[in-house]
């Protein structure tokens, strides 16, 4: 089936939840991480300011993202408790 999509980035304050920017739209077929390198266009972030992002933003250097298992491998104890505390 071939379907049409629009996304949106939305970047929300960890501390009160509240929107800091919707931003979009893109095509359903561009990547998070060129999405978020636009976002940084147009947004200066604080130095103090921390980016919690889900898997697709990996490669992202200042984003904390979820740690992949490595191919073949496992993850630690201390690595599956950050995910936890990530999610």
Known sequence: ???HSLKYQVVVK???GSIVSIFGPYPGCVHDVT???DWLKEYS???IELILADKGY???PVCFTPIKKP???SLTS???DFNVLHS
Do not use: C, N, R
């Open 58 to 60: 990996v490669g992202s």
């Open 45 to 47: 972030l604080v130095e």
């Open 14 to 16: 960890i501390s009160d």
């Open 71 to 73: 191919k073949g491998g």
């Open 35 to 37: 999405m978020f390198k």
């Open 1 to 3: 089936k071939k379907t």
């Open 78 to 80: 201390e690595e599956k």
